[in-house]
């Protein structure tokens, strides 16, 4: 790709980028809060097994130690 073409493309994403954050608005109180659970607790409050959406595949690895 030409560098004119290729700063035209990157131009067009930035755009696309400025745009979609201005329509999703800012962050909810909901948002917030999981963030801030998040970061207090960590992966304490991380589901395992089943509740984890993986599948049969998914294994408790604290069960195998």
Known sequence: MKDKKRRAKLE??????AEALRLAGGISANQ???????AKYGKELE???WLAGGGSQVRNLEEEN
């Open 12 to 17: 067009e994403i930035v755009g696309y980028h």
């Open 32 to 38: 917030r809060h999981f963030i801030e659970v998040a």
């Open 47 to 49: 589901p395992n097994g």
